[in-house]
């Protein structure tokens, strides 16, 4: 294989892998960078999160700034209305290494259970990883299915 058609094969392979990532929204990230962001299962947007099962949420983040501890912080905006998520675990160090240093690339990897009783509606996921100020900030659209 020749160095073009090596250089070709990468950039496919590159192509297909951020393909799988989710069109999400920055909402103000400020202590760090989003690289990318994975909600699985989600197959479209709005991500159906299906009830009685958990959804799993990867983010890869490269730090702007020293980060000794921070808490996740999960909304659905419904009619404009933030409404608190509850987590198992708002340590968001349970979900990546601390403590983490400026320039570091960061994986937080944390799921979320759907439950039964939630409404079937489309609602906006507001996901953040405050520090004292906004480690990571996204939205993305899910809907709420059977
Ligand atoms: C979510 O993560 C857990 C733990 O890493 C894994 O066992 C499970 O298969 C994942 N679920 C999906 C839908 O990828």
Known sequence: ?????????????????VATNIPVKDC????????????????????PFKKG?????TIDFTAKADISSAKSSVHGIIAS????FPLKDSDACHFMKCPIKS??????????????AYPEITVLVKWEIVAEQDVI????????VS
């Open 103 to 116: 320039g570091d690339k960061v994986t937080y990897k944390n799921s979320v259970d759907v439950l039964t």
């Open 81 to 84: 209305v933030p409404v608190p």
């Open 1 to 17: 294989m020749n160095s073009s058609m090596f250089l070709a094969v990468v950039c496919l392979a590159i192509a297909a892998a």
């Open 28 to 47: 103000g990230s400020k202590l760090a960078t989003i690289d990318a962001i994975d909600i699985n299962p989600c197959s479209s947007i709005p991500c």
């Open 53 to 57: 099962t958990s959804v799993n949420v």
């Open 137 to 144: 900030c996204f939205t993305v659209p899910v809907k709420i």
